[in-house]
């Protein structure tokens, strides 16, 4: 029976070494993976969009430490072994059924897996995890001398203490190199007067070049853009238009995306008016609304807002009304 109890352990160990891996992946850039779990659609959130990402990663870790080591805690290892699958499975069938997502999340951003091959993998590694339950099963029935009763039994706990490190320290070195500072120096600082404040865009104040930009107060036209979408960029011409009518609100976009994409996104569509990064990246869904991808242009006054537009840039005299409509009121 010793061939079963090596096979137990070899294909434990394949599992676990997967879910470490993933988790590494994960944890090198935690906020990315948690705008990934925010493209499912099922929470919303920013706050628990954030713990699900990172109890997720903790999770994957935690149970593939367990494989790796051969802690089954009576079959418990194996039973959510196989709930994680399954319902990873199922949130991705539905996300892409529902929601047209075209990448899991399963590694982070850095191994782009689809939906199609994201299921057909879950697939392989529930039947792999059936024969490790299998293997195990078999063994109980056949107790023999466990093979690993030298001093190699340790090197298990050894490999799952190290997968543990090891996602630790992906987690703080990607914690460190996640950046969302602004390349023209845009920084956000914390709104100078003390009178309260409401609405989306009331917190939202900027400084570049000894200039201030607060979103909280006065008439604003945003515009919310990703830096990846080409539907933004080719609107930014449109937008820059608008400068040309002394009556149009102040102009601000406001970006979702890293330092490098924003500064691609600057350099090819060369907007006329001020950009910023979102500090909080996961706030862009919200401020996005019922629109179901940007950009989307919103009139704002004293940071609520007034009226909007989705996918295509308002005309001059449709912002001439809602501001006549909102002074009117």
Not at 40 to 61: K, M, N
Not at 177 to 203: I, L
Not at 287 to 292: A, N, Q, R, T
């Amino acid at each position: 029976m010793r061939a079963f109890i090596l096979t137990t352990r070899w294909l434990e160990g394949l599992l676990g070494a997967f879910f470490i891996f993933a988790a590494f992946l994960k944890a090198l850039d935690l906020e990315a993976f948690a705008v990934q779990v925010q493209y499912y659609r099922v929470v919303t959130d920013p706050a628990a969009v954030r713990f699900i990402a990172y109890g997720a990663t903790a999770l994957e870790t935690i149970v593939g430490a367990c494989l790796i080591a051969g802690l089954r805690l009576r079959g418990l290892t194996y039973v959510i072994t196989a709930a994680l699958l399954i319902g990873f499975t199922g949130l991705v069938a539905y996300a892409w059924q529902f929601h047209g997502i075209e990448e899991c999340g399963c590694f982070g951003k850095y191994v782009t897996t689809g939906p199609a091959e994201t299921i057909a993998k879950n697939i392989v590694m529930l039947i792999i995890t059936a024969a490790a339950v299998a293997a195990w099963r078999m063994s109980e029935r056949n107790p023999v001398e466990n093979a690993f009763r030298s001093p190699l039994a340790k090197i298990p706990y050894a490999i799952a203490a190290l997968g543990l490190v090891l996602v630790a320290g992906g987690a703080a070195v990607g914690g460190s190199a996640v950046g969302f500072d602004d390349p023209e120096g845009g920084t956000v600082v914390a709104p100078v007067d003390s009178a309260p404040r409401s609405g989306p865009y009331a917190n939202f104040v900027f400084e570049r070049g000894g200039e201030t930009y607060d979103l909280g107060r006065g008439e604003w036209l945003v515009a919310l853009f990703s830096a990846d979408c080409e539907h933004c960029m080719a609107s930014v011409p449109a937008v820059n238009e608008l400068l040309l009518f002394p009556d149009t609100p102040p102009i601000a976009g406001l970006m979702f995306g890293d330092a490098q994409q924003v500064e691609l996104f600057r350099a090819m569509s060369a907007p006329e008016f001020p950009t910023f990064i979102l500090p909080d990246q996961l706030a862009f869904f919200d401020l996005l609304g019922s629109s179901p991808a940007p950009p989307r242009f919103v009139l704002i006054t004293n940071g609520t807002i007034a009226s909007y537009w989705n996918e295509t840039p308002p005309e001059a005299h449709e912002i001439l009304e809602a501001v006549m409509a909102l002074e009117e009121s």
